[in-house]
């Protein structure tokens, strides 16, 4: 079975604080994603990775980076935490051949104070 | 911005019914599209993709698609207790790979 593992189940940092949201998968998957999930507005990329050091924005990227050192791993970086990122944060994995079937990992729940 | 539409819900059927999903999308280049089932505190996972015009049966699912239309619905049959989860539909977009945009999904309630 593929495995997608976020670090952290559940965060509360406070305005401004650097955060740090990690995601690892076990299935030599090539592309990754970011996504956030909002009530009433579903999952919006916030950026994605085709290949290790490779990046693209996706449709909400600002106030967002990340990091892709190991093909493995997949990190999403909040600079300066804002009241506006809480949300929930979902990483995922695609299985090969560009199939669209995304393995995500249990999500993320970040709360901004 | 690429838009997929769907209705919020909650829709109610009774077990045994059909339930059936709607979802429009405004991207005429999309050309691959996906239902996912989301249970309540639990993420997406893949239930059905289909590519071509017409009908994909898989099951109690049937995925069906009009791209005159830009219409994709998902029909499930016999419904049960355990179909109760929010669907989402997704549209890809983007020159490589499968940049999905999803829907903000339609709650199913399925009642025994």
């Known amino acids: 079975d593929v495995k997608v593992t976020q670090s952290s189940r559940y965060l509360v940092k406070r305005t401004g604080e650097k955060v740090f949201l990690e995601c690892v998968q076990d299935?030599?998957?090539?592309?990754m994603f970011w996504y956030r999930q909002d009530p009433g507005l579903g999952l919006r990329l916030i950026y994605f990775?085709?290949?290790?050091?490779?990046?693209e924005k996706g449709d909400i990227p600002e106030g967002y980076s990340v990091s892709r050192e190991k093909k493995e791993r997949f990190s999403l970086i909040l600079e300066s935490a804002s009241t506006n990122q809480t949300s929930m944060y979902l990483c995922?994995?695609?299985?090969?051949?560009?199939?669209?079937?995304?393995?995500f990992g249990e999500g993320s729940r970040l709360t901004v104070l | 911005q690429k838009e997929v539409e769907q209705n919020s819900g909650p829709l109610s059927v009774p077990e045994g019914a059909i339930a059936s999903l709607n979802c429009t999308y405004s991207?005429?280049?999309?050309?691959?599209f996906f239902w996912y089932r989301q249970y309540s505190g639990k993420s997406p996972e893949l239930i059905m993709f289909?590519?071509?015009?017409g009908d994909k049966e898989d099951g109690r699912f049937t995925a069906q698609l009009n791209k005159a239309s830009q219409y994709v619905s998902l029909l499930i049959r016999d419904s049960q207790p355990s179909d109760s989860a929010t669907y989402l539909c997704?549209?890809?977009?983007?020159?490589?790979?499968?940049?999905?945009?999803f829907g903000a999904g339609t709650i199913l309630r399925v009642k025994s």
């Open positions: 299935m030599d998957h090539e592309n």
């Open positions: 995922a994995s695609e299985g090969a051949a560009n199939t669209g079937e995304l393995f």
């Open positions: 991207d005429r280049g999309s050309q691959s």
């Open positions: 289909i590519y071509s015009n």
């Open positions: 990775s085709y290949d290790v050091k490779m990046k």
């Open positions: 997704a549209v890809n977009e983007g020159e490589y790979g499968n940049k999905l945009v």
